[in-house]
């Protein structure tokens, strides 16, 4: 979603609403994602309980609970950041694909 956003602010020619609306979301997707860090640290082996009953697993799950936080912390801004120069290279390709091409400079190659 934040793509359509992003490529309308563009269209409209409105970089300053494309960038806040770029920023808006990275920090959105970022608190969601310290939110999900803070638990996973937070509840380590009692998260396991939830699969299981295994002390075992459950001790193993707290052992692996700080990468999954960190995983997910990572994981949560990366699709955004990732989104956002595919979507201006889908709008320069656009313009760039609808542009008219210039009689003179195609002339004088020939």
């Known amino acids: 979603m934040e793509s359509v956003r992003v490529a309308n602010e563009l269209g409209k020619g409105s ?3 494309a960038i806040f609306s770029i ?5 959105t997707s970022f608190a969601i994602g310290l939110i999900l860090f803070i638990i996973f640290l937070l509840l380590r082996e009692k998260i396991a309980y939830v699969f299981t009953t295994s002390e075992e ?3 193993a799950v707290g052992d692996l609970s700080p ?3 960190f995983s ?3 994981n949560s801004v990366q699709p955004v950041l990732s989104g956002v120069p595919v979507t201006i290279a889908r709008i320069r390709i656009n313009r760039w694909s609808k542009a008219e091409p210039d009689h003179e400079t195609i ?4």
């Open 107 to 110: 002339t004088s190659q020939n």
């Open 57 to 59: 697993v459950a001790i």
């Open 67 to 69: 990468l999954l936080a």
């Open 15 to 17: 970089s300053k609403a």
């Open 72 to 74: 997910l912390l990572l």
């Open 23 to 27: 920023v808006v979301t990275v920090l």
